[in-house]
């Protein structure tokens, strides 16, 4: 996939791969100029996150067997994100707005929490070992921390724009 070459052009509702894109090219953020940016043939190097899913009850016995996992170039989101997204497509009508009227239902007045073990290594100091995900149910390796919550919202994002409209995180760079 590292010679994957690939040209986007915003059609859908949020755009944030499209936006990141104009945005770390210092283009405004249109139809035309993301087709001009294709037809210009401008590359760059994108970041590529994958995730890998360990359920409840996971163990040493399952070691062997192919987990599910999902490749990212925008972001991963889990709970209220992933309900909003997933929930609305019966509105996709309104066009952006049908996140704003869904996230209200549903964060607002019908809320869901969901429950997770978040467990990340933090920043700064890694030897490289210390960097491969431990087993889960079995003991952290010292310098990685872990905490046990009702989340509502889990959103990790690697672009500047989680959609046309979110600037959600100024300091990423297109391959940082």
Same mark, same amino acid.
């Given at each position: $996939?590292?010679?994957?070459?690939?040209?986007?052009?915003?059609?859908?509702?949020?755009?944030?791969?499209?936006?990141?894109?104009?945005?770390?090219? @210092?283009?405004?953020?249109?139809?035309?100029?993301?087709?001009?940016?294709?037809?210009? =043939?401008?590359?760059?190097?994108? @970041?590529?996150?994958?995730?890998?899913?360990? $359920?409840?009850? !996971?163990?040493?016995?399952?070691?062997?067997?192919?987990? &599910?996992?999902?490749?990212?170039?925008?972001?991963?989101?889990?709970?209220?994100?992933?309900?909003? !997204?997933? *929930?609305? *497509?019966?509105?996709?009508?309104? =066009?952006?707005?049908?996140?704003?009227?869904?996230?209200?239902?549903?964060?607002?007045?019908?809320?869901?929490?969901?429950?997770?073990?978040?467990?990340?290594?933090?920043?700064? =100091?890694?030897?490289?070992?210390?960097? /491969?995900?431990?087993?889960?149910?079995? &003991?952290?390796?010292?310098?990685?921390? %872990?905490? *046990?919550? !009702?989340?509502? /919202?889990?959103?990790?994002?690697?672009?500047?724009?989680?959609?046309?409209? $979110?600037? %959600?995180?100024?300091?990423?760079?297109?391959?940082?």
């Amino acid at each position: $996939m590292s010679t994957t070459k690939f040209g986007i052009v915003a059609c859908g509702t949020f755009n944030g791969l499209v936006r990141s894109i104009l945005h770390w090219n @210092d283009a405004p953020y249109d139809r035309v100029e993301s087709a001009l940016q294709f037809c210009k =043939g401008w590359t760059l190097i994108l @970041d590529v996150a994958k995730y890998t899913f360990w $359920m409840k009850g !996971d163990d040493d016995d399952n070691r062997g067997r192919e987990r &599910p996992w999902c490749v990212s170039f925008l972001s991963y989101a889990w709970s209220l994100i992933a309900d909003v !997204d997933n *929930e609305t *497509e019966c509105l996709r009508w309104l =066009g952006p707005l049908r996140s704003d009227t869904w996230a209200v239902w549903r964060g607002v007045l019908n809320r869901r929490r969901y429950r997770a073990r978040l467990s990340y290594l933090p920043p700064g =100091g890694n030897d490289g070992n210390d960097a /491969v995900m431990p087993t889960p149910g079995k &003991p952290l390796l010292d310098r990685w921390a %872990s905490f *046990e919550e !009702d989340f509502i /919202v889990f959103w990790a994002c690697i672009t500047t724009h989680a959609g046309y409209n $979110m600037y %959600s995180c100024s300091m990423s760079k297109m391959n940082d």
